[in-house]
Antibody, heavy 119, light 110 residues
Framework: EVRLVESGGGLVKPGGSLRLSCVASGFTFSTHSMNWVRQAPGKGPEWVSSMTSSGSHIYHADSVKGRFTMSRDNAKSSLYLQMNSLRVEDTAVYYC????????????WGQGTLVTVSS | QPLLTQPPSVSAAPGQKVTISCSGSSSNIGSRYVSWYQQFPGTVPKLLIYDNDKRPSGIPDRFSASKSGTSATLDITGVQTGDEADYYCETWDGSLEVGVFGGGTKLTVL
């Protein structure tokens, strides 16, 4: 069974940092591209970042570029999102999602971790 | 200006067919695969359609989709009250090198 479990969310002040983690199981993590997607309260999903299986290509949304960094450790089947200079508008549930075919289709999602940026 | 445009809402009576549109451009829908997701309140988005028109296992064939030029459509035939949810299209924009979701369409079954 494919499982994705995020952690690391919480309450942080504007300008602060958080590191999200996503642990994968039930599939060969090292052969899949992975994505981070966030969803603010009452809003639709917003793509945040994606990374190819080897980590050779990383992409970030303009809204987080220069502040967020995605990384992965294939030996630990883990995905990370380092979030710096957090803003109120970064408040959202953050999901990690598997991309099985490299066509930006996300077939498995974690349950998400809530990040709240507030003073 | 959103990269992918969906109607905010659609409605249909039970048993009818409903179509949800997703309009993009040549750098995204026009040249990339489109996916569709279904999301019920308080739940995680669920992949409904991938590669423009393919259904993952377990998705009923009442759900179908197509793509033409820079637009994509999701059709739901024989709409049921249990289909009331938000539906999102998604693709990749090759020029901007970003993933992109449509703004979502809320389906109401009257």
């Amino acid at each position: 069974e494919v499982r994705l479990v995020e952690s690391g969310g919480g309450l942080v002040k504007p300008g602060g940092s958080l590191r999200l983690s996503c642990v994968a199981s039930g599939f060969t993590f090292s052969t899949h591209s992975m994505n981070w997607v966030r969803q603010a309260p009452g809003k639709g999903p917003e793509w945040v970042s994606s990374m190819t299986s080897s980590g050779s290509h990383i992409y970030h949304a303009d809204s987080v570029k220069g502040r967020f960094t995605m990384s992965r450790d294939n030996a630990k089947s883990s995905l990370y999102l380092q979030m710096n200079s957090l803003r109120v508008e970064d408040t959202a549930v953050y999901y990690c999602a598997r991309e099985p075919r490299g066509n930006q289709d996300l077939d498995y999602w974690g349950q998400g971790t809530l990040v709240t940026v507030s003073s | 200006q959103p990269l992918l445009t969906q109607p905010p809402s659609v409605s249909a009576a039970p048993g009818q067919k409903v179509t949800i549109s997703c309009s993009g451009s040549s750098s995204n829908i026009g040249s990339r695969y489109v996916s569709w997701y279904q999301q019920f309140p308080g739940t995680v988005p669920k992949l409904l359609i991938y590669d423009n028109d393919k259904r993952p296992s377990g998705i009923p064939d009442r759900f179908s989709a197509s793509k033409s030029g820079t637009s994509a459509t999701l059709d739901i035939t024989g709409v049921q009250t249990g289909d009331e949810a938000d539906y999102y299209c998604e693709t990749w924009d090759g020029s901007l090198e970003v993933g992109v979701f449509g703004g979502g369409t809320k389906l109401t079954v009257l």
